[in-house]
């Protein structure tokens, strides 16, 4: 089966361009997950999607920051107008059933805004 | 809230060491533990979970025992490999997402 796919593996671009990093989950997985990686936070929760509809978004830093899910196979983060701050490794995980189950990773996009 | 707190790293063993990550978590409930493994330029991978008190996950070696009276999940290896090397995390399942700990690097000398 084909993992979780990210795209793209890796972007730098300069500050104040709109950055759009994209996701496709597992297939038959109902939930997914984006993650922010920094060295100084950590592993960030940034929104998580339960049959396409967003459920928690508490963990979006501000409103240059959004995601879609518009079906079961695909989703966006998009970053509008990015900034330094904002580079990181974007991670995107899916999950099938209750979470007792594990999330599956894609590799990440690394993000470097100069 | 919820919480994970894992001892920090970096942790430096020789091939063929005994390992052990320590990881401790505050919840209301009773959480599902999961000790996930990152390595150089990849995504999170599982490495082995428990759902209840008492349960030991095990896999590739690795071992952690759900103990609720500590409130840890302890990762231990017998004897580890170069391949090892990677960073570590511990998490706790928190009503339908992952809370996860700071990591724990790994680097084992040959």
């Known amino acids: 089966d084909a993992g979780v796919i990210q795209s793209p593996r890796h972007e730098v671009t300069e500050m104040g361009q709109e950055v759009t990093l994209r996701c496709k989950p597992i297939?038959?997985?109902?939930?997914l997950f984006w993650y922010r990686q920094t060295m100084m936070r950590g592993l960030e929760l940034l929104i998580y999607f339960n049959n396409n509809v967003p459920i928690d978004d508490s963990g979006m830093p501000e409103d240059r920051f959004s995601a879609k899910m518009p079906n079961a196979s695909f989703s966006t983060l998009k970053i509008q107008p990015s900034e330094p701050r904002d580079s990181a490794v974007y991670f995107c995980?899916?999950?099938?059933?209750?979470?007792?189950?594990?999330?599956?990773f894609g590799d990440g996009t690394r993000l470097s805004i100069l | 809230g919820d919480s994970v707190t894992q001892m920090e790293g970096p942790v430096t063993l020789s091939e063929e060491a005994f390992l052990t990550i320590n990881c401790t978590y505050t919840a209301t409930g009773y959480p599902s533990l999961f000790w996930y493994v990152q390595y150089p330029g990849e995504g999170l991978q599982l490495l082995l979970k428990?759902?209840?008190?008492?349960d030991k996950g095990s896999n590739k070696g690795f071992e952690a025992t759900y103990r609720k009276e500590t409130t840890s999940f302890h990762l231990e290896k017998g004897s580890v490999q170069v391949s090892d090397s990677a960073v570590y995390f511990c998490a706790l399942s928190d009503h339908g997402k992952l809370i996860f700990g700071q990591g724990t690097t790994l680097q084992v000398k040959p």
């Open positions: 995980a899916s999950r099938s059933g209750d979470s007792n189950q594990p999330q599956h």
């Open positions: 428990a759902t209840k008190a008492d």
């Open positions: 297939s038959g997985h109902d939930y």
